[in-house]
């Protein structure tokens, strides 16, 4: 039953967008999230969606999978909302006992709501179209610049990918110290939610010992295969733009001119 | 069969009086005494040999492999490797490219998401060309049968399959030599097959000089050569039939002869016309033919 859990949400298909260099498409979602942010108007609401549904259509992602990320964060999405509606000053339009609700109020809780949409929306837009290695990848190519400051860009990246393949090795392990607690009569299934977490330390204790004790192995099989580092290392694919990443900097340029541009405007 | 002496071989690994010790520490972390895990092991190996290392758990057999590219320096004594000096630390790199090492746990040593990029790993780290990266690749995974899975998640593959693409991991350095340390102790029957059966094409194919670590006997049938290491001596050494004529001795070294021999060696005592150093049921059967 652990082992359904996916990770990661790439959604493995056939688009333009899945084709694009992963920097590219990082810093176009930080460049979306920022734009969401600059505009006060409906105008530059109707230039947002238009950007996030022209982007939605290309991935070739069906909608359904792209929104079950908003179910995760639907309780923050509600308290906004209700925060929203019932503190902001402003006309009143209801009133009954102390609470009040104003034109102002339910204006900016649909905005907020909006802009939070679309901030989690763009942003599952990158997970989905990109597999974590070339996350990785894209992380430690776009970020080789921090190395100046002396972030260690390589070592991070490596690290990140290296959790990321030994995360199926590690739900199996649990599963099987799970299996073999139970079968001593350990119970994870019944009683409440404090006893439950309880029953999880003599799971998490072997886990631990066994991480350690991979991540020894690893690091002599890694060595006794010549890692030293990112120094002088080559890639097997390594990241170079091509033409549609420069057409796609193009578009990000366009879209942003479009917020600026109806950003001053109205 | 090879020679058992050649002249002009290209010797690849020679050691002399190796000797590894290691500090043991009580539980307040003082040195409590010097434990040697190798004991004056002397050898030499020769490019193209394939050679077997037999010996009980904690017999030293692992920690001599982790000599042989430089992961552990010795104590005491030389180590060359393809002439080059194990304790040299400039040499280290080259020392780790010359010898592969493959290990028990096949999960443990993949770094890559795919196989692919497992493969690869090792070129990459000794910044060769992307182009040249992609051949390597594509010719190790073909040399152990596992081209059709190189976009393939290691996770979804069986036991003997990422042992076997461990192996192309290392055969993309290009090693002259792979050490393989029991690779075949955490698979299935079918899974031991397939990777003894990829062993045996790289040592006759490619040449590649073989050191297969293990202590299962059926797999050491086709060395060259058997080292049998007890309490990190170097107790018996020979041909197969040499070391497998000796029953009793291995027995002492806590090693158990394959079955077949076992009752070749019996049937000989009781007085059977069978000769020493049986290794495989044909023989035997042929022998108790004859006699």
């Known amino acids: ?266 | 069969m090879r020679l058992p002496f050649c002249i002009g071989c290209m010797e690849l690994i020679r050691s002399d009086k190796l000797v590894f010790e290691y500090v043991r520490r009580d539980k307040n972390g003082e040195v409590d005494g010097f434990v040697r895990a190798i004991d004056e092991v002397s050898l030499e190996i020769n490019q193209g040999d394939f050679i077997a290392v037999l010996g009980p758990n904690g017999s030293g057999k692992s920690t001599l492999a982790k000599h042989l590219n430089s992961i552990l320096r010795p104590t005491e004594g030389t180590l060359y490797i393809d002439g080059m000096d194990s304790a040299d630390s400039d040499k280290i790199w080259d020392i780790r490219s010359t010898v592969g090492m493959v290990f028990q746990n096949p999960e443990n040593q993949m770094i890559g998401t795919i196989v692919e990029e497992d493969v690869a790993f090792a070129p990459e780290n000794l910044g060769i060309e992307p182009r040249e990266i992609e051949e390597r690749v594509k010719e190790s995974l073909i040399t152990v049968e596992m081209l059709g899975h190189r976009k393939a998640s290691p996770s979804k593959l069986s036991g003997g399959q990422k042992q076997r693409v461990a192996i192309a991991g290392v055969l993309a350095m290009h090693p002259k030599c792979i050490v393989l340390d029991e690779p075949t102790a955490m698979l299935d029957p079918v899974g031991r097959k397939e990777v003894i059966r990829a062993i045996r094409a790289l040592n006759d194919v490619e040449n590649i000089t073989i050191i297969l670590i293990t202590h299962n006997m059926e797999e050491v049938i086709y060395a060259d050569r058997i080292y049998v290491m007890n309490k990190g001596r170097m107790v018996m050494s020979g041909t197969p039939r040499e070391v497998f004529s000796k029953p009793e001795e291995l027995e002492e070294n806590h090693l158990a002869v394959p079955v077949v021999t076992r009752l070749a060696h019996e049937l000989r005592k009781a007085g059977m016309n069978i000769p020493e150093g049986i290794l495989t049921r044909k023989e035997l059967c042929e022998a108790i033919c004859r006699s």
């Not at chain 1, 139970?182 to 009683?191: K, L, N, P, V, Y």
């Not at chain 1, 799971?203 to 690091?219: E, G, K, M, Q, T």
């Not at chain 1, 002088?232 to 694919?237: A, H, P, Q």
Request: positive net charge; charged residues 15%.
């Open chain 1, 1 to 266: 039953m652990i082992r359904d859990i996916t990770l990661g949400q790439y959604y493995p298909t056939e688009s333009v967008l899945h084709r694009l260099d992963p920097r590219v498409k990082l810093w176009g979602t930080l460049l979306y999230v920022m734009s969401l942010f600059l505009f006060q108007s409906f105008a530059g609401y109707i230039v947002a969606s238009v950007f996030l549904v022209s982007l939605i259509i290309m991935s070739h992602v069906p909608v359904k999978f792209m929104l079950r990320g908003l179910k995760a964060v639907f309780v923050i999405l509600a308290v906004t909302a209700v925060l929203n509606v019932f503190m902001t000053p402003g006309r009143v339009l209801v009133s009954f006992w102390k609470i009040k609700i104003t034109i102002e109020g339910l204006r900016t809780a649909a905005f907020m709501v909006i802009r939070l949409v679309f901030l989690i929306t763009g942003s599952s837009i990158m997970t989905l179209t990109t597999t974590p290695s070339d996350l990785t990848d894209g992380l430690e190519k776009g970020l080789g610049w921090l190395k100046i400051f002396r972030v260690p860009v390589h070592e991070i990246a490596m690290m990140m990918s290296i959790a990321l393949t030994f995360i199926p090795v590690l739900l199996e392990e649990t599963d099987r110290i799970m299996k073999a607690q139970q079968a001593r009569g350990a119970d994870f299934e019944s009683g409440n939610i404090i006893r439950r977490a309880k029953a999880l330390v003599p799971i998490l204790v072997p886990l631990f010992v066994s991480a350690f004790r991979r991540a020894n192995d690893l690091a002599i099989a890694m060595e006794s295969r010549c890692y030293r580092g990112g120094e002088g290392r080559t890639k097997l694919n390594p990241l170079k733009y091509a033409m549609r990443d420069y057409a796609a900097h193009g578009v990000l340029l366009a879209y942003l001119a479009a917020i600026i541009a109806v950003a001053v405007i109205f």
